[in-house]
């Protein structure tokens, strides 16, 4: 690759100035960086086979390319090795994709993060946890390829905490919010042939989220059983207030029971978009709805979400434990914002 | 000196030349749109606006849009309709 790199270039004393230095220009999340050398910028471009001056994306939002070069940068601040970077170009393509829409979930007072969801072949190769302490700290691939997605909107699209991320609370899956599905042990189908991929294809989905909402059934044996108890929780959390969309986690042993009863994904969501329905009269008496109650809202029933594929089922997190989570998506409804799927391609192929 | 050489990851977002119409002189016998946002009583902000426009400014008319969401730009019918039926309008975050 001989393709010159344009970024702007600052020579400091050592490596402990670099860090420093990257914190005083205001590049990092609050975490120290690595400082993005030339070499280490060029082998995250050969790694993906992408050219520096490859225009990634465009955010229309904010009149912003996001070149393969400055992707590279920040994948490297964040601490990805080069076969990240395939990864961190997939899920920035989703954020620009229309469906994702941007402007709203990046700077919403809603304070959603980027989750990311990684399928296929890559997920195991790479080492992307998809067990114990799921959405924890421990894994490279987990940590810095979102991180590496969190620092291109900051750096590179203009997302900045108190400027254009306006989150009110946000969480802590702003520094990076990552998961892989649980495929080895998974007995359903894989989100992303779900999604209209090949099993053998390895692809990234992209929500705009709230934290992961845990939920505990210790009790049940059968697939009902476990899935009322999160019905019970997710139709009363804290923002139904027109989530596009929801992930539900289900980790090893609510997998199992709920697999042993033989209900496929499509049975679970089915369910799930069912028993979350909340009478228009509770929203109205819970005053997160406008209006006095009338007869008719006893028994107008409202679902949190369009359609039962509105609820995205992921097998993942550690094998023992009666715990599993449910993630709301980002507030604004369908037309604001919805997942976004794409495939993680090897350009050097 | 040996030193250590780092890469900008920073970008100067693309300049775009941002053209305002120019202001009328006065409200008077215009046409106001108003772009409601969804947020909840932004209508009723706007409803008031608009009242405000005709009894004190002297608008002769005001029509109202909704936008999909609080969040994207008001959708390609709106501008349409507003270009061909409106003279100013009044669009904000009504939250």
């Given at each position: ?119 296929g072949p890559i997920a195991g190769r790479l080492g992307f946890n998809s067990g114990d302490n799921l959405f ?72 705009a989220a709230e934290g992961p909402h845990q939920f505990y059934n210790q009790l049940s044996s059968t697939a ?93 997190g550690g094998r023992a434990g009666a715990f599993s989570c449910y993630i709301p998506g980002w507030a604004g ?17 | ?95």
């Amino acid at each position: 690759m001989t393709t010159q790199l344009t970024s702007k270039r600052y020579v400091v004393e050592d490596l402990s100035h670099a860090i420093e230095f990257c914190y005083q220009q205001g590049w990092t999340d609050g975490l120290p960086v690595v400082p993005p050398t030339e070499q280490a910028v060029r082998a995250m471009l050969d790694a993906a086979g992408l050219e520096p001056d490859k225009e990634v994306c465009f955010i229309t939002n904010r009149q912003v390319a996001v070149s393969a070069e400055k992707i590279a940068v920040n994948a490297v601040m964040a601490g990805c090795l080069p076969e990240h970077m395939p990864v961190v170009v997939a899920a920035v393509e989703a954020l620009a994709d229309p469906k994702w829409g941007y402007h709203g979930p990046a700077a919403s007072t809603g304070g959603a993060a980027v989750l990311m969801i990684v399928n296929g072949p890559i997920a195991g190769r790479l080492g992307f946890n998809s067990g114990d302490n799921l959405f924890g700290p421990g894994w490279r691939s987990n940590a810095t390829t979102g991180r590496a997605v969190r620092l291109v909107m900051r750096n590179v699209i203009g997302t900045m905490p108190g400027a254009l991320d306006r989150g009110t609370v946000g969480h802590p899956g702003k520094y990076s919010y990552v998961i892989a599905e649980n495929e080895a042990e998974s007995p359903w189908t894989p989100l992303h042939v779900q999604r209209g991929f090949k099993a053998e294809q390895s692809a990234v989905t992209v929500l705009a989220a709230e934290g992961p909402h845990q939920f505990y059934n210790q009790l049940s044996s059968t697939a009902k059983g476990v899935l009322t108890s999160l019905c019970d929780d997710m139709k009363h959390h804290g923002s139904t207030n027109g989530q596009p969309q929801y992930v539900v986690v289900l980790a090893g042993e609510h997998m199992r029971t709920i697999a042993n009863d033989g209900w496929s994904k499509a049975d679970i969501q089915k369910f799930v978009y069912e028993n979350t329905q909340n009478p228009v009269a509770h929203i109205k008496r819970v005053e997160r709805l406008a209006g006095t109650v009338t007869p008719q809202d006893e028994t107008t029933m409202r679902p949190l979400v369009a359609s039962s594929e509105d609820v995205l089922v992921v097998a993942a997190g550690g094998r023992a434990g009666a715990f599993s989570c449910y993630i709301p998506g980002w507030a604004g409804g369908k037309k604001s914002s919805q997942s976004v799927t794409k495939l993680i391609q090897d350009r050097r192929i | 000196m040996a030193g250590f050489e780092i890469l900008d990851p920073t970008v100067e977002p693309r300049k775009q030349p941002l053209t305002y119409v120019p202001r009328p002189d006065s409200l008077k016998g215009k046409r106001i749109g108003l772009i409601e946002n969804t947020k909840f009583n932004s209508d009723n902000l706007l409803v008031r606006i608009g009242e405000i426009l005709k009894n004190e400014y002297g608008v002769a008319e005001c029509k109202m849009w909704r936008k999909h969401n609080s969040s994207v730009p008001a959708h390609e019918e709106i501008i349409e309709e507003a270009r061909r039926g409106v003279d100013c309008i009044v669009a904000g975050i009504g939250d």
